[in-house]
T-cell receptor, first 117, second 113 residues
């Protein structure tokens, strides 16, 4: 069964609004989670690493003030797209290593389709 | 720079026609190589992890192998339900972000009945 969940699965919002996406590890604790973005017919691009109890680490070119990440607990990380614009429309996917760290396998959530009108 | 290249970009097979997908990688010390399957509109589903050259893993009709420069995903007698995009990813040693994966562009497989 699924080990990582995401909510919502789909969201449509107006330009200028903010959208929050949740990522939960279901039966294990994750001190680190990862957020990816995927455009149509392209591969996954890592946006940031979410760290429980500390600041997220962002990849080069990703605006940290636009994509706010909060790792509030050992099972929950949230990504907030602030002041969303049509170019932010994409498929957002989170992942978590189980168990945490090292070369342990990363399990992915089902993804969230964001459409900004 | 760490890099992953997958080929072919797309592959069409007849049901039962075996083939292989390639994943070439350049990394400053391999920590692990991962294969995932992704169906349209869904998150990647884990298939295999390979850690060292010579290692092989199998699951049903799929078999993954690893050398120092590349990995192959062999598909034996594929069925239409094997149609999906197959993603290869590597994790480098000494990464400042533990667990960070670098993905290839994927191979989209279509198996016709």
């Amino acid at each position: 069964g699924a080990v990582v969940s995401q909510h919502p699965s789909r969201v449509i919002c107006k330009s200028g609004t903010s959208v929050k996406i949740e990522c939960r590890s279901l039966d294990f604790q994750a001190t680190t989670m990862f957020w990816y973005r995927q455009f149509p017919k392209q591969s996954l691009m890592l946006m940031a690493t979410s760290n429980e109890g500390s600041k997220a680490t962002y990849e080069q070119g990703v605006e940290k003030d636009k994509f706010l990440i909060n790792h509030a607990s050992l099972t929950l990380s949230t990504l907030t797209v602030t002041s969303a614009h049509p170019e932010d429309s994409s498929f957002y996917i989170c992942s978590a290593p189980r168990p945490p760290g090292g070369t342990d396998t990363q399990y992915f959530g089902p993804g969230t389709r964001l459409t900004v009108l | 720079e760490d890099q992953v290249t997958q080929s072919p970009e797309a592959l069409r097979l007849q049901e039962g026609e075996s083939s292989s997908l390639n994943c070439s990688y350049t990394v400053s010390g391999l920590r692990g190589l991962f294969w995932y399957r992704q169906d349209p509109g869904k998150g990647p589903e884990f298939l295999f992890t390979l850690y060292s050259a010579g290692e092989e893993k199998e699951k049903e009709r799929l078999k993954a192998t690893l050398t120092k420069k590349e990995s192959f995903l062999h598909i034996t007698a594929p069925k239409p339900e094997d149609s999906a995009t197959y993603l290869c990813a590597v994790q480098a040693k000494g990464s400042s972000n533990t667990g960070k994966l670098i993905f290839g562009q994927g191979t989209t497989l279509q198996v016709k009945p």
